[in-house]
């Protein structure tokens, strides 16, 4: 899949675009960062899968004291459903605001492990 990250900055009337390739990132590095977290953080992904529906906040704490007890201080595994993804861009657009709508844009594309800089029309 591909995607896009934008950054805006209205007060400054910037804009930086990072458009590529997105891969899921391999389970050795996920499993890596998620035991580089604090242990509380580690409790609470086996606790909650992030931005399911739940009923309540007891019904979270308590699924968090559950994953305390059932792990008692020792390690915690990764749970199936956590991981991360990379973006590995393709292109960068630079937007810059100007009067009467002459903005500047720089696109760089990378083609054969090269990078090729382009002006855009606004």
Known sequence: PIASLLFFWKELERQVRLTGKVEKIFQKKSEEYFQSRPYDSQLGAV???QSSIIPSRK???QKFEEAKAKYKGGKIPLPSFWGGYILR?????????RESRLHDRLSYIK???NWKIVRLAP
């Open 47 to 49: 606790a909650s899968r």
């Open 59 to 61: 019904y979270l704490e």
């Open 89 to 97: 861009p393709f292109e960068f657009e630079f937007w810059q605001g």
């Open 111 to 113: 083609e054969n492990n």
